[in-house]
């Protein structure tokens, strides 16, 4: 049984890209066989999160048009086996592929792969629509801030309009400092507005900023807080009970040393 | 208590709350899918069917949509000076 998941957020730059890189390699890591398929089509990034830019020979549009078999245009991951990426063209634009060209290769992929997940582009347009079409459930992405939320929420009310009932919720770059403040909106406020399930709380992590420099996914760093957050969203998509993450709360010293800017 | 004391010290309520609180409303809008145009444009309708039957002061009605638990309202809120004697007729 395979499983298309798409990652999505209205939004931009709320992390999507950075998810899909994330819970791709760490499905990978427990063994899973996982295509991540780029739908940004224009702006695409997802081959430098996983540092395969210079492996790209075809791409996306190249399959849907019939000039390559998929299997042509997939990058492997150089060091995950179980890891392969479907790139998108950087100079086409989102016209270049439809909704029924993605579920019929969704289709294809089904047949090979554990998981598909599918990075979809920002907005609500023609890229939003094609990338949810093949997709049985969908992960929206959000921030605790005031818009990111609205779009999530909106992002929300279209993915039910396409019959897409399997939603789950995505925390992203979440400050403890500041929610412990009651200077940002806190789990319990995103949690009662969108009142969908939520499957992870992601801290913002300096190390993400560091993984994508060097394109490797920060999940496959043990020390990183963000890197963890993922490994246990991982898990609840396969099933396991994991409670969310606390954080520590900062240190007397350590305040000490903001508040003096030190 | 910390909200006196917050008071007493001219401390702002936290903005996290704030945002909470302006995205519920925001949200109730976009939900109902009803933009301020055609708010504004029921207004008028409401305005036109109610003056038929009682003296109203326009300019003081508001309208607005509501969160009320799990339901949106429609709330209005219609000054009347007085009863128009047996309504008009309505062709
Ligand atoms: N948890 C995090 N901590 C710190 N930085 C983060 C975190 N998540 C994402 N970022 C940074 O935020 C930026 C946007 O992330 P990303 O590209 O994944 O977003 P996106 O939703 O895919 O954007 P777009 O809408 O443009 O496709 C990147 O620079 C990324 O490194
Ligand atoms: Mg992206």
């Given amino acids: 049984m395979s499983e298309i998941i798409v990652i999505t957020s209205g939004k931009g730059g709320v992390g999507k890209t950075t998810t899909t890189a994330n819970l791709g390699m760490g499905l990978a890591m427990r063994g899973k066989k996982v295509v991540l398929v780029d739908t940004d089509t224009g702006l695409r990034n997802l081959d430098l999160l996983l540092g395969l830019e210079n492996r790209i020979m075809y791409d996306l549009i190249d399959v849907t048009q019939g000039r390559v078999p998929y299997k042509k245009a997939l990058v492997r991951h150089k060091k995950q086996e179980n890891l392969f990426l479907l790139p998108t063209s950087q100079v086409k634009d989102k016209t270049a592929v439809n909704p029924e060209e993605l579920v019929k290769l969704c289709d294809e992929l089904r047949q090979e792969f554990d998981f598909i997940l599918i990075d979809c582009p920002a907005g609500i347009e023609q890229g939003f629509k094609t990338a949810i079409a093949a997709a049985d459930c969908a992960i929206v992405v959000t921030m605790p801030e005031i818009s990111a939320v609205r779009d999530a929420d909106k992002i929300i009310g279209e993915l039910g309009r396409a019959d897409k009932e399997n939603i789950k919720l995505v925390v992203n770059r979440i400050r403890p400092q500041m929610v412990e403040k009651g200077d940002m909106l806190d789990m319990d406020d995103i949690n009662d507005i969108l009142s969908i399930e939520c499957i992870g709380q992601v801290p913002d992590d300096e190390m993400v900023v560091t993984s994508t420099n060097r394109g490797e996914p920060c999940i496959t760093m043990e020390k990183s807080q963000a890197g963890q957050a993922y490994r246990n969203i991982v898990g609840r998509i396969l099933g396991e009970k994991i409670p969310f993450m606390t954080f520590p709360k900062e240190g007397f010293f350590s305040r000490l040393k903001r508040v003096f800017n030190l | ?91």
């Fill in chain 2, 1 to 91: 208590m910390l909200n006196a004391l917050m008071k007493i010290f001219g401390k702002k309520e936290p903005s996290g709350k704030v945002a909470r609180d302006r995205l519920k409303v925001v949200l109730i809008h976009d939900r109902a899918s009803v933009s301020p145009e055609v708010m504004e444009h029921l207004k008028h309708d409401i305005l036109e069917v109610v003056a038929k039957y009682l003296d109203i002061r326009p300019q003081e009605m508001n309208i607005s949509l509501a969160d009320d638990e799990d339901s949106v309202a429609l709330v209005a809120n219609i000054p009347v000076t007085s009863m128009r004697h047996g309504g008009k007729h309505i062709e």
